[in-house]
């Protein structure tokens, strides 16, 4: 039978579909009408068994009475499903951050998330990018070849936005306040994974995953290999669709 | 509340567009949060027409008490004795501090990075809104935290009836004697303000009245041990709530009424109050009226709330004050051993809360233990890190939280109660 795994993020919707060994992926931007761009990514059928979560997750819950699990629960399926060896989960979303303790039977034994503002999340590097004059693809590959990078001081999108701007009028290579921001981001990313006295293995999922520049910082800072799934903007859908 | 109070209100000098504002807001959030809540508990009318006439019925109460020749005096701490401003023929009632209000007004006296909840206090106050604050002849501000200690120093200037309390950070002999000076020249301003003499037998028959309250509070807490819940956080929060407000003996009688009730209920195994989901502990920062943020949140999610280590739950009200003395000294003794228990955060070291959040989840058959820290409210937040650290060292699922009186973070919070019900389960 069919299971149906939607994940309703704040900048994108993805959906999972397990029947058996095989497993679909459909994918659109959030928009301004959710729900109808459910109803696309299913072709306007119902799914008879599914799971939702995700930022969007209650609308579905109210308007098609689908179950839902949050996004931590979800993540913490879909990673401990394709590696029963995982410990940590990193995940860098539009508009959150989460940091997932696993146990060794998959449990989730602690969970930290940010309160609140875009800090640290893609949003933010969004912004910072859009601030500097790179497209989101171009800015992870400014970083990676950045040969210095500045410190970035606020974490706060609005006043990260004028300490980038002052930097570049202060002709400060647009590349190397690229990997300063990166560096930024995977700094607080730090915080969180202490926060949880996180161990190895590390999973990093969610679409920042997908920014080469982040694995490499992180795996700087940490002193660890990170492990990247496949499909990293999926293990939220693929979590739902297992639960489901 | 209706056209039949505008006039005392009025003659309090209340501002009665902003306070016909706060009322309809109070109102519909009182309805959402409470009325819509599924198999409520039997007995709850009570404390719905309490809250319903909360800026109504209860302030003309006072004004007729006033005309007796009664002092009402208003307070912001559960370290303002009760019992002393009984025995001197004065009502104590809880001042307004749970919702924003007039934060314009508020930030051209406190900085932005003030907790929500002083900063509440001052916008009932500048917004014109609180007539409890009105009707007070005495407002008691005490020195507790940094932040309520300098706020005191401009709330002086607002008002012409502040007296402020000090208060020991430190339990050792000194914080205790400080604590017991402290009382007596409390009961002296007392005595002052009413006129009235406080005697052993006016004391003891205080303590008496005040110890009655506690008890039923606590028979309360004991009665949310029982698996399922008999009543929800919600409604155990508002009943201790209201113990802030109302008239005392009629609030120990309503809460033994409503215990009866339940004791029956759960006699006869019917199905009333809590659901039957995660059972919680919340511990941290006091909850004042409207304050429903966070319950709400644990409470529509699927989860119990079966005890609150607060101000406003059992930090406050538990234990009772001896009143076997034979002498004014020693009555006053009982209740400074009685006060110095509350294990608030402004004391170093606090190790008894602590062992009072370990001792009321394992009593309550609770599953987890949710933090719950204002924002810039230092004391709460400095031993939130390490009361979460040595409670899941003891194994026991804690969550932190951070937040203030405002929505625009429930959908964080959100995700994270919901995320931490789904691992309790």
């Known amino acids: ?244 | 509340m209706t056209e039949k109070y505008r006039s005392m209100w009025a003659g309090l000098g209340l501002d009665l567009d902003a306070h016909d504002m706060l009322m309809d807001v109070l109102g519909s959030l009182y309805a959402e949060t409470y009325l819509k809540q599924p198999h409520r508990a039997e007995g709850m009318e009570y404390f719905d027409f309490v809250m319903s006439e909360v800026h109504g019925l209860r302030i003309e109460e006072l004004l007729k008490e006033k005309e007796q020749g009664r002092k009402v005096v208003g307070s912001f701490c559960v370290f303002v004795p009760e019992e002393i401003v009984l025995a001197a023929g004065g009502t104590l009632v809880g001042l307004c501090s749970g919702a924003d209000f007039a934060m314009e007004e508020v930030e051209k006296v406190l900085p932005r990075n003030t907790c929500a909840l002083i900063k509440s206090a001052f916008g009932f106050k500048l917004g014109k809104v609180c007539p409890y604050l009105e009707v007070s002849d005495m407002i008691v501000g005490e020195n507790t935290c940094d932040g309520k200690k300098k706020a005191y120093e401009t709330l002086g200037t607002l008002t012409d009836n502040l007296y402020v309390m000090d208060l020991p950070q430190v339990k050792s002999e000194e914080g205790y004697d400080l604590l017991l000076a402290e009382y007596h020249r409390f009961a002296a301003q007392m005595e002052a303000l009413t006129g009235v003499e406080i005697t052993v037998d006016r004391l003891r028959e205080a303590i008496g009245m005040v110890n009655a309250k506690r008890r039923a509070l606590h028979r309360l807490a004991v009665l949310r041990e029982t698996v399922p819940a008999p009543i929800s956080g919600l409604d155990a929060l508002l009943i201790n709530q209201v113990a802030f407000y109302d008239n005392p003996e009629r609030f120990t009688k309503s809460v033994n009424d409503i215990c009866d009730r339940m004791e029956q209920a759960i006699a006869e195994e019917h199905r009333s109050g809590g659901g039957e989901g995660p059972r919680v502990i919340i511990s941290g920062c006091p909850m004042a009226v409207p304050n429903w943020k966070l319950p709400a949140i644990v409470e529509t999610s699927g989860g119990v709330i079966v005890g609150e280590e607060s101000c406003v739950g059992e930090r406050g009200q538990r234990n009772l004050v001896d009143a076997a003395g034979a002498t004014l000294d020693e009555l006053m003794d009982a209740i400074v051993d009685r006060y110095i228990q509350v294990d608030c955060a402004i004391f170093t070291p606090n190790p008894d809360r602590l062992a009072h959040i370990e001792e009321l989840y394992h009593r309550t058959g609770a599953r987890g233990v949710i933090h719950y820290g204002l924002q810039f409210c230092q004391p709460y937040i400095m031993e939130s890190i390490p009361v979460e650290k040595a409670l899941e060292d003891r194994g026991i699922p804690t969550l932190r939280i951070e937040t203030d009186y405002s929505a625009e973070d429930v959908g964080q919070l959100t995700t994270r109660i919901q995320a931490f019900l789904e691992i309790l389960k």
């Open chain 1, 1 to 244: 039978m069919e299971r149906t795994g939607i994940d309703i993020g704040s900048r994108s919707i993805e959906v999972v579909i397990l029947n058996g060994d095989r497993v679909q992926r459909r994918q659109c931007d959030t928009g301004h009408d959710p729900l109808n761009q459910v109803r696309r990514l299913l072709n306007g059928v119902r799914p008879d068994r599914a799971m939702v979560t995700g930022y969007g997750r209650q609308m579905l819950e109210v308007e098609w009475d689908l179950p839902a699990v949050t996004e931590i629960k979800a993540y913490a399926r879909g990673v401990h499903y394709m590696d029963g060896s995982s410990r940590t989960i990193l995940d860098i979303g539009g508009q959150d951050t989460k940091v997932i303790a696993l146990g060794p039977d998959g449990r989730i034994r602690k969970f930290e998330m940010n309160d609140r503002c875009a800090a640290g999340t893609g949003k933010f590097l969004e912004l910072m990018a859009s601030c500097l004059g790179f497209s989101l693809e171009a800015f992870g590959a400014a970083a990676m070849t950045a040969e210095t990078s500045v410190q970035i001081n606020s974490m706060c999108a609005v006043f990260a936005e004028s300490e980038v701007t002052s930097l570049v009028t202060r002709g400060v290579d647009r590349h190397a306040i690229a990997r300063g921001v990166h560096k930024a981001v995977a700094g607080r990313a730090v915080t969180m994974l202490n926060r949880v006295r996180w161990t190895e293995p590390l999973v990093f999922a969610g679409g920042v995953a997908r920014n080469p520049a982040m694995v490499q910082i992180l795996e700087r800072m940490l002193d660890v290999r990170v492990q990247v799934p496949e499909y990293p903007q999926f293990v939220g859908a693929l979590g739902a669709a297992l639960l489901a």
